[in-house]
């Protein structure tokens, strides 16, 4: 969810507009090129996720298959027996940031009821390992709340009180 809600006449701010077009810009650079992974099985552990040569990656995307419903509870991502990663449930989609590493190959140990599986494992670089950290609002997002906030003070009608 964006919060990115239309105006009464069904258009989007023009400031949100230029804001989700920056993000998208931005998640097309960071995730554009995707590094893909043909995945093993291993009896009892989980899975090998090889890709075709040694890449860098900082990212990494997890996609449990479904067809039997969400089974994992728990994973571990492993980089030459170094953990990089790790987490609870996977599902549709799971996304971990960490430093830059290269490989050629990850274990990824899997703890769950039933047949636990994984439908994708795909690396990324996106030229940023960690998770960014909220920012202030831009100007133009400040100026848009405190004119919310005085219309509602005044009560007009449409404004949250």
């Not at 258009?11 to 992974?37: A, I, N, W």
């Not at 093993?40 to 298959?65: K, N, Q, S, Y």
């Not at 990324?124 to 960014?132: D, L």
């Amino acid at each position: 969810m964006l919060n990115v809600p239309p105006d009464r006449r069904g258009l989007v701010d023009g400031s949100d507009r230029t804001r989700l077009l920056e993000f998208t810009v931005e998640l097309s650079r960071r995730f554009g090129r995707p590094h893909s992974t043909e995945l093993t099985p291993v009896a009892g552990e989980g899975f090998v996720a090889r890709f075709p040569e040694p890449v860098p990656i900082d990212h990494l995307e997890l996609c449990e298959e479904l067809s039997s419903g969400q089974r994992i509870a728990g994973h571990t991502v492993l980089a030459d027996n170094r953990v990089i990663a790790s987490g609870g449930t996977v599902g549709v989609r799971r996304v971990h940031a960490f430093q830059p590493v290269v490989v050629s190959e990850l274990t990824i140990r899997l703890t769950g009821e039933g047949d636990t599986a994984l439908r994708a494992v795909t690396g990324f670089r996106t030229g940023s390992g960690e998770v960014p950290s909220l920012e202030e609002q831009p100007e133009v997002m400040a100026e848009k709340f405190a004119a919310t906030a005085v219309a509602a003070s005044h009560g007009e009608p449409g404004t949250p009180r």
